[in-house]
Nanobody, 127 residues
Framework: QVQLVESGGGSVQAGGSLRLSCVAS????????VGWFRQAPGKEREFVAV????????VYADSVKGRFTISRDNAKNTVYLQMNSLKPEDTAIYYC????????????????????WGQGTLVTVSS
C-alpha cells in the first residue's frame, strides 16, 4: 500500500504562485508514475499532470501547459507541482495520484489509470 499526503494548498490572488508537495509512505515511489488531478466545485475530476518514474517524461493538461511544472525527488519520496500564473479557474481540490504502470498519454488522463490517491489539498485563486 502507498499512502499519499498532499500539502501546500492555500489562497492566492490571480497571477500568483503556489507549490504543492506530495509525500508518499508505505512504499517507495521510485517505481510509480505519479501525478496530479483536480476537482472544482460541481465538476468532474480533471487530469493536471503526470511524471514517469524516472522523471524523464511529463504529460500536462492543455489548460496548465506552460504554467505548471511537475517534478519528483525519489530520494525524498516526494512529487511537486509548481503552479505559476494562477487563474481563478485553477481553483479546485488538488489530488496526488500514483500508478504502478506507465501508459499512453490518453490513458494517463483518466482517473481509473491510478492505483493510489491522496486526500487532496485546496487551492483557491481569487481575481
Amino acid at each position: 500500500q502507498v499512502q499519499l499526503v498532499e500539502s501546500g494548498g492555500g489562497s492566492v490572488q490571480a497571477g500568483g504562485s503556489l507549490r504543492l508537495s506530495c509525500v508518499a509512505s508505505g512504499r517507495t515511489l521510485s517505481s510509480y508514475a505519479v501525478g496530479w488531478f483536480r476537482q472544482a466545485p460541481g465538476k468532474e475530476r480533471e487530469f493536471v499532470a503526470v511524471v514517469s518514474w524516472s522523471g524523464g517524461t511529463t504529460v500536462y493538461a492543455d489548460s496548465v501547459k506552460g504554467r505548471f511544472t511537475i517534478s519528483r525527488d525519489n530520494a525524498k519520496n516526494t512529487v511537486y507541482l509548481q503552479m505559476n500564473s494562477l487563474k481563478p479557474e485553477d481553483t479546485a481540490i488538488y489530488y496526488c495520484v500514483a500508478a504502478r504502470s506507465w501508459a499512453t498519454q490518453t490513458l494517463l488522463r483518466y482517473p481509473g489509470q491510478y492505483d493510489y490517491w491522496g486526500q487532496g489539498t485546496l487551492v483557491t485563486v481569487s481575481s
